[in-house]
């Protein structure tokens, strides 16, 4: 009798109507398309990575490259200013006064009364200004 009842709803079940089924059909399509919020292509995932390393490139961009590309042209444009009787200071730490400039790289620096060096062009760090009563050579 049980065997009956299983037959009965499973020959009930297959007469309704083809359009019913259609029916539930595509309602289970629609809320299964509604949970994908987008198609998942290879060409989708890879405009997203293009995306992401462009997104990064622009980051890296404005927060290391272009600053220090900045400080490098003021630093550019303060070496070409040098002139004679500057007071500078070198990146070894030295602070002297500009005696001369021997060709385009070479500068002569002089530290102390009657002391001077042969320093590279590029390695003076910063041009001093003098403060009133005060002098790079004092001790």
Known sequence: MAFSIFVSDAIAADSTPAAATATATAATQQAG????PYE??????????LFILAMLFFI?????IRPQQKRLRVHQ?????????D?????GGLIGQIVKFEGDDV???????NVRVRIARGSVSEVVTDK????ANDN
């Open 60 to 64: 890296f961009y404005f927060i290391l």
């Open 33 to 36: 398309a509604d949970l994908q």
């Open 40 to 49: 998942l292509s290879a060409e989708k995932m890879m405009m997203d990575n």
């Open 107 to 113: 500068v002569v620096v002089e530290i102390s009364p």
């Open 132 to 135: 009133p009563g005060s002098s």
């Open 77 to 85: 444009e303060m070496m070409k200013g040098l002139q004679k009787n």
């Open 87 to 91: 007071k500078i200071i070198t990146t």
